[in-house]
């Protein structure tokens, strides 16, 4: 099985988002599938190296500390930038709140 190697990017002047940088990283991948296969496939010697995309997608400054949108199960992360820090609308649990509902044994003196 060969070695394959894929270009990094330019240097970024910044924190790149890790989220955009995983998203070129696939495009990169998904981009030069074919070149990856045929490289994995030479001898053990051979080594293939993997172009950086010539229009990569957008990697924009990761300023930002939350969860990501498109992987919430990685759960608070530094470095997003605004479009991959997830939206977040607050809804109330009126059950817990008011006491209503509650399994007995919650509540002091209920139960
Ligand atoms: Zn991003």
């Known amino acids: 099985m060969g070695t394959v190697h894929l270009v990094e ?5 910044g924190n790149p988002c890790f989220m ?6 696939q495009h990169q991948w998904d981009l030069y599938n ?6 994995l496939a030479k001898p053990d ?4 190296w ?3 995309p010539a229009k990569p997608p957008v990697i924009r400054e990761g ?6 949108g498109d992987a919430p199960e990685l759960g ?3 470095g997003l930038c605004w479009d991959h820090l997830a939206g977040y609308k607050p809804v ?4 817990l709140a008011d006491g209503k509902g509650v399994p007995p044994g919650l509540l002091r003196g209920r139960g």
Do not use: F, H
């Open 9 to 13: 990017p330019p240097e970024y002047d």
């Open 20 to 25: 955009c940088l995983m998203a070129a990283k």
């Open 34 to 39: 074919e070149p990856i296969e045929a490289g």
């Open 45 to 48: 010697s051979e080594v293939t």
């Open 50 to 52: 993997i172009p950086w």
């Open 63 to 68: 300023s930002w500390r939350g969860v990501p």
């Open 76 to 78: 608070v992360c530094e």
């Open 92 to 95: 109330r649990v009126s059950t």
